[in-house]
């Protein structure tokens, strides 16, 4: 019988509405205890909670920030939104970051926002970022899966012509420390971010909800990787 993977546990601190040394001594602490075994932030640029006004980070400069100051945890943001940085920027940002942590990034992406979250929503007005609609999100969160993992991977310059991504002469240079690249997590719900879960993810993060929601959706991305020919058992 195979064996069934054991659970394992990490911390998310939100880095809102907090001050930096706060958050910096909570993932210091964190890096000497075993049992916790990897930790996150999340990518919001305004507060989704507390003082709506109050201090946020920026999710990428502080986890950087973070891995040059741990040595062992898996660190990643859960998640980063796709709307916020254009994907092949993102992958140099991911690439810098898994190189400061000598290869301990998860690489988390998500299609966006809570659209339904008006402190979310707030976020892309307040920093002129384009709120596209729900299909425009999923299929650009397919393009940039694809797109980013191809620069992290292709030794040679290319050209990608999508429908919501277009690169000329893209090259990524250095690479992350992983290979063939830094896991790739996706989160969501939707059936359709859980289409591009199926082909792209090597994790997969279920925001919130009740426990039987949880397996319903789990059942349904087993359903899509079968579709597609992947084993279910590849996604964490």
């Not at 958050?23 to 964190?30: H, N, P, T």
């Not at 990518?43 to 950087?64: A, Q, V």
């Not at 719900?189 to 426990?211: F, K, T």
Request: with cysteine.
């Amino acid at each position: 019988m195979p064996q069934t993977p054991r659970p394992r546990f990490g911390i998310m601190t939100a880095p809102m509405n907090v001050d930096y040394h706060d958050v910096l001594r909570v993932w210091r602490e964190a890096d000497t205890i075993p049992e916790i075994e990897h930790a996150w932030l999340f990518d919001h640029l305004m507060p989704i909670g507390g003082d709506p006004n109050g201090p946020i980070y920026e999710g990428w400069t502080l986890l950087s920030a973070l891995a040059a100051q741990t040595r062992r945890l898996r660190l990643g943001l859960l998640v980063t939104s796709n709307r916020f940085r254009p994907p092949a920027m993102l992958a140099k940002i991911a690439a810098t970051v898994d190189i400061v942590s000598g290869g301990r990034l998860d690489f988390g992406i998500g299609a966006g926002s809570r659209p339904s979250h008006p402190l979310a929503r707030r976020e892309y007005d307040a920093h002129g970022l384009p709120f596209h609609d729900a299909a425009h999100a999923v299929g650009s969160l397919a393009e940039a899966c694809t797109v980013i993992r191809r620069l992290w991977t292709e030794t040679e310059p290319f050209d990608f012509d999508g429908t919501y991504v277009r690169l000329t002469g893209a090259f990524c240079n250095p690479k992350p420390v992983q290979r063939p690249h830094p896991p790739i997590l996706i989160g969501g719900r939707s059936a359709p971010v859980l289409r591009v879960a199926a082909e792209h993810a090597d994790l997969w993060n279920i925001p919130g909800g009740d426990i039987d929601d949880a397996v319903s959706r789990s059942a349904l991305l087993d359903r899509y990787c079968a579709e597609i020919g992947r084993d279910p058992a590849s996604v964490t």
